[in-house]
């Protein structure tokens, strides 16, 4: 070109910066995220015919049900519980949890299989869903549809009365979903406010689930895995894609009942696959680094809170000091600070545990529509348990380690693009505020200024430390605060703040605010600031 810069072309409008349709697209272009199907995938998908019996159990009696958000496509689990009519095992339970059988349809090698080995995972943004595969597979013949025929791996559990699993059986069946449920429904019917779908399931399925769970929670507590309180957000928006409202989704117990689940089968798959000497991709996390024990403990101090130094950090430590802070005012914070203390958990095909949870070993089964680690795991137990065609071949095995760390690339990378996008929306919607005032808590301190988050809708902004008043503000890296040197006003991490919004830039996903007082006393006059 004339300035001497490479020539380029358009590839895609993704419409302007401004707009929300186009703030996905922003982020799926700026991630390398592949979100268009090749030909030769969906025929492969289209061309897809129902399972049949063959190697396969007949479960198609026991009333599994899928508990999922009331918007959810893709049905993967189902689950049941009943009491162990082994007089042996009082007051224990047989908890079953069947996941849909991906692997019989996605075939190693095939196009379906490399381009959700690329994709790695199903990406989720407030407007769309970019996934793993395609819906003629993950809506339609792997979703486990009510009074519909669908294939499945299955684990059937005995727990003791004390919640401690006595053994485990992997089943490779056919099944059919009782019920679709979401889970406030079934969370009412629990509460005593069954509808027509769920009262007639209330005595026989689902009074049993939670019976189930009770014990379950009798051994989630004596493991003590980490019990961090951090509400999830949930953005809002109307027919044309545009952001209305935010809101924080009650954690309930139907959600908890799910969960523990989940990571029942889970193990029990860990452990199956190790007991028959098959190499697997584990859900690893490890302990936190010395380093960032070192900066909890004394940031903590400064609130008066002792972190046990010197021994083996395990969660139980942690939820000590969650449990002093519950119900006072610096809960959110030491929350949100122990989770950033804790190290990213990854994809390996080495075991070194899982220090969120507490246990020795530990992967992921239970999503193999969404998540490339499940799938992996369904064809080792295939292979394994010699449940018939789909299995993990030798090349397969081979390429685990290559895989693992490619899976844990597309995931950091899928919850950068998400993360970037609800930025990007909340900053379209709070566009249109500019000059309000807000309620906020400082999140974050450095020495050019502070990171406040909207006590409302959760958006993150930035303070320029330049702009907080007539006086050099000092940071304090140990006290995580800004201190006046001439006043001594100071901002803390975790302090409460009223703030004013100045800028707001869509396409960054940032804001940027001005203090206006803190505990109720006015912030000292800001400077005038400089244009840069």
Known sequence: GRFGLPSARVVERLGAVGTERAISLIALAAHHIPHVFA??????????????????????????????????????????????????????????????????????????????????????????VVPMLPERISNDLCSLRPNEDRPALAVRMILGADGRKKRHSFHRVMMRSAAKLSYEQAQRAVDGQPDATTAPLLQNVLEPLYAAHHVVKLERAQRSPLDLELPERKLILDADGKLVGVRWPERLEAHKLIEEFMILANVAAAETLEGAHSPLIYRAHDAPSVEKIGELSEFLATLGVKLAKGERMRPAHFNAILSRVKGEAAEALVNEVVLRAQAQAEY???????????????????????????????????????????GLEDQGLRELADVAERISGAERRAMAAERETMDRLIAVHMSAQIGAHFSARIAGVTRVGLFVRLKETGADGFIPAASLGGEYFRFEEAHRALVGTRTGETFRLGDTVEVKLVEAAPFAGALRFEMLSKGGARAPRARKERRR
């Not at 396969?56 to 009491?83: F, S």
């Not at 680690?373 to 010699?386: E, K, N, P, S, T």
């Open 39 to 128: 030909e030769g995938t969906l025929a492969e998908a289209e061309k897809a015919r129902p399972a049949t019996m063959a190697h396969r159990e007949d479960w198609r009696d026991l009333p599994l049900v899928t508990i999922d958000p009331p918007d959810a496509k893709d049905h993967d689990d189902a689950v049941h519980a009943m009491p162990d009519p082994d007089p042996a095992n009082p007051g224990g339970f047989v908890v079953t949890v069947a996941i849909a059988d991906v692997a019989h349809y996605v075939r190693p090698g095939s196009p379906l299989d490399k381009e959700a080995q690329e994709r790695g995972n199903s990406v989720y943004f407030p407007d769309r």
């Open 348 to 390: 390996t095909h080495e075991n070194y545990g899982h220090f969120g949870l507490n246990l020795r070993r530990y992967a992921h089964f239970t999503s193999p529509i969404r998540r490339y680690a499940d799938l992996i795991v369904h064809r080792a137990l295939i292979r394994a348990m010699g449940f018939g065609p789909g």
